[in-house]
């Protein structure tokens, strides 16, 4: 099992440039979620969806982050424009559906994203 | 404002020596989990518990979850250099997972 794969692993992008990162859940799990982490927030979640349906993004800072998952085995985070405090480590996590919370995250390697 | 305080933030030990690190809130969880993140990589799941009370055992690794499960605690004994790292722990919210900010550990040879 190669696990969540997350592309790309470093991002460096200027100021008003879009931003797409790129994430292939574990195949047969059924939730992905969108996370990002940085010092003085910690891991923050984003968006998450079941099935390929988003079901909360309240986490999603602005109207700049948009998040799909046009499938079961790709999703992918875009932030147009991007701004400096945009930057951060971004993880996309999965696990399976079970209807319980028995089961932990699968995360990826994360994209570390520097605005500059 | 986190909905899971952990303490202590950093934690630096020697080898061989014994630690605890806290996790509470005010808020009940269907469950919490414990991860560990290493630089550059993201967290791993080390353990997941359910029930008020519960305590698992993960080789020198003692979870527990408290009665009223709103708080957790991790303890090592006889902590290794390789134990080095962030531990986070999560609590289940719904479908979703809410982290505390971690506690950072150095464990020096």
Known sequence: ????????????TEMGQEVTLRCKPISGHNSLFWYRQTMMRGLEL???FNNNVPIDDSGMPEDRFSAKMPNASFSTLKIQPSEPRDSAVYFCA??????GNGYGYTFGSGTRLTVV | ?????????????????????????????????????????????????????????????TFQFGDARKDSSLHITAAQPGDTGLYLCAGAWGNKLVFGAGTILRVKS
Do not use: M
């Not at chain 2, 899971?4 to 690190?21: A, D, H, R, W, Y």
């Open chain 1, 1 to 12: 099992d190669a696990g969540v794969i997350q592309s790309p692993r470093h991002e460096v």
């Open chain 1, 94 to 99: 999965s696990r399976p559906w079970a209807g």
């Open chain 1, 46 to 48: 984003l968006i998450y």
């Open chain 2, 1 to 61: 404002t986190q909905l899971l305080e952990q303490s202590p933030q950093f934690l630096s030990i020697q080898e061989g020596e014994n630690l605890t690190v806290y996790c509470n809130s005010s808020s009940v969880f269907s469950s919490l989990q414990w991860y560990r993140q290493e630089p550059g990589e993201g967290p791993v799941l080390l353990v997941t518990v359910v029930t008020g009370g519960e305590v698992k055992k993960l080789k020198r690794l």
